[in-house]
């Protein structure tokens, strides 16, 4: 079965600082991994993906995410957060028999600080 | 780009009566669109995967008879939660994706808050 755990509930970082959004993976086959966002009383928006080729991968709002295949991991990143990237964040792995299917994480509450 | 859209946005009914979210996918076709439900200040749970002219495939725990998905065309697929009551309330969101190819992006509604009184 596909599953990603968040293990972190909630991450604080002051503006201008680096952030790390930690997601974990397991799955029977290839990983295909997925970083969303959410707003307050919205939807989610996507911000990058990982399907195959480079671990590293870029995403919309100066994200970025290492795929590590030895640690299972996904861990989203940015080198410089903003007050305006606080939000709820999900890293979501597909489901191998139907790629529109998702599983996510419990989600990361990601506050920035002035 | 693709863009799917949920209405309403926000809904607020009576327990015992029934309510219908609708999900639409505006500028391309879609077989197959999902629905999920959030608790507040938790994760996204899959409910069902709404096929186009034919049942819904709910996933385990989900009952049927309370959460009737209606695919009737392929870029409208509806919700309603029958009898609601008031542990019903919750965020729904549905996704939907132009083609079922591996490297495709799934793209969400903006989510649909229901109350139930």
């Known amino acids: 079965a596909q599953s990603v755990a968040q293990p972190e509930d909630q991450v604080n970082v002051a503006e201008g600082n680096p952030l790390t959004v930690k997601c974990t993976y397991s799955v029977s086959g290839n990983p295909y991994l997925f970083w969303y966002v959410q707003y307050p009383n919205r939807g989610l928006q996507f911000l990058l993906k990982?399907?195959?080729?480079?671990?590293l991968v870029k995403g919309s709002y100066g994200f970025e995410a290492e795929f590590n295949k030895s640690q299972t991991s996904f861990h989203l990143k940015k080198p410089s957060a903003l007050v305006s990237d606080s939000a709820l964040y999900f890293c979501a792995v597909r489901d191998i028999a139907n790629f529109n299917k998702f599983y996510f994480g419990s989600g990361t509450k990601l506050n920035v600080k002035p | 780009g693709a863009v799917v859209s949920q209405h309403p946005s926000w809904v607020i009914c009576k327990s015992g009566t029934s309510v219908k979210i609708e999900c639409r996918s505006l500028?391309?076709?879609?077989?197959?669109m999902f629905w999920y439900r959030q608790f507040p200040k938790q994760s996204l749970m899959l409910m069902a995967t709404s096929n186009e002219g034919s049942k819904a495939t709910y996933e385990q725990g989900v009952e049927k008879d309370k959460f009737l998905i209606n695919h009737a065309s392929l870029t409208l697929s509806t919700l309603t939660v029958t009898s609601a009551h008031p542990e019903d309330s919750s965020f729904y969101i549905c996704?939907?994706?132009?083609?079922?190819?591996?490297?495709?992006?799934?793209?969400f509604g903006e989510g649909s808050w229901l109350t139930v009184v």
């Open positions: 500028d391309f076709q879609a077989t197959t």
């Open positions: 996704s939907a994706s132009p083609d079922h190819r591996v490297g495709n992006t799934i793209y």
């Open positions: 990982y399907i195959t080729g480079d671990n």
